[in-house]
């Protein structure tokens, strides 16, 4: 599995002030505090109001201080082709992301196309907004991906995002999202890629519960057939989970636990046929939180206390 570290996001308030005045310190800090990752992502949003240039200032300082490759991450096209242009090792890079909308489909295959990098596409468009089925975001992935070869991009570039909303808004969707994986790596041949940004699915939840929620959902998408996760690049638990679970080699209760998770989602098992010491408090958490994400209990913030 790839990780794409997520921490510099112009949705931080530091991190936003940090790009509209170049300051190269806080933005190398913020590089190295990810090199654990195989990707770090830069998301500058709309890339507007003084961040003209902004990814290919960022692209170089990746560059010169890290070993990561690049995941640009804006809505401006022409920012995202300067980040391009610059950035050393595209056929490793990301561009982030398309949508089954023509007009930014069309621009943004056409550049992953010229510069060989690899694509997210994300299953929603402006007419439909996100399907609420697995179905219906499988569709949309169809229509992108016919767009994909129409212009030469290989199965093995290209990335679907099933799109991971909060549990605690809706939380039938995480089911839809797991299933949206599964159909997709069975769709194609060769098999295309999937990808998701984890921790939407604690958004709006309590700080406390944020690390639980996003453990399990991990491993119940792991099951699914995931392929590259966007995640905090700091959180060491979610990326030690990553290895325990790549190696098979639980050293808790509690990792046994999210290892025999993985087969809900791939083997198709009921979670009730899961057996787990729940005296352990660290695995009787998780196992709630997963019947909670697989929509078998109602979610609340007070969910570990019931």
Known sequence: MKLIG??????????????????????????????SMNLIDLNVGPANS???????????LVQNNSNLHISFDTANVKEMRKGLEVCNDTKHAFINSASDDIE?????????????????????????????TADGR????????????????????????????????????????LNTIKILKESFEP?????????????????????LINKVCL????????????L???DNDLINLIHMLDSSNP??????????????????????????????KASSDIYKAAQILLNKNIYSHSFTQV
């Open 6 to 35: 997520e921490n510099l996001h112009i949705i931080s308030k530091s991190v936003r002030t940090a790009l509209l005045n170049r300051d190269e310190k806080f933005i190398v800090d913020l590089i190295k505090k990810q090199s």
């Open 50 to 60: 003084g961040l003209d240039g902004i990814l290919a200032w960022l692209a170089n």
């Open 104 to 132: 930014r489909l069309e621009k943004m295959t056409d550049l992953a196309a010229e510069f060989d990098t690899n694509l997210i596409a994300l299953t929603l468009s402006s007419k439909t907004g996100i399907p609420k």
């Open 138 to 177: 499988v569709e949309l992935a169809l229509d992108i991906y016919e767009t994909c070869m129409a212009k030469g991009i290989s199965n093995d570039r290209i990335y679907f995002d099933p799109l991971i909303l909060p549990v605690s808004v809706d939380q039938s969707q995480l089911l839809e999202s």
């Open 191 to 211: 098999a295309c890629n999937t990808v998701i940004g984890l921790s939407n699915i604690s958004n709006g939840s309590p700080k406390e519960l944020r690390p």
């Open 219 to 230: 491993a119940l998408a792991y099951g699914a057939g995931l392929d590259v996760v966007i």
């Open 232 to 234: 905090d690049a700091t």
């Open 251 to 280: 050293k808790s209760e509690a990792d046994k636990l999210l290892l025999d998770l993985t087969s809900v989602t791939r083997d198709f098992c009921d979670i009730n046929d899961i057996e787990y010491n729940n005296a352990d």
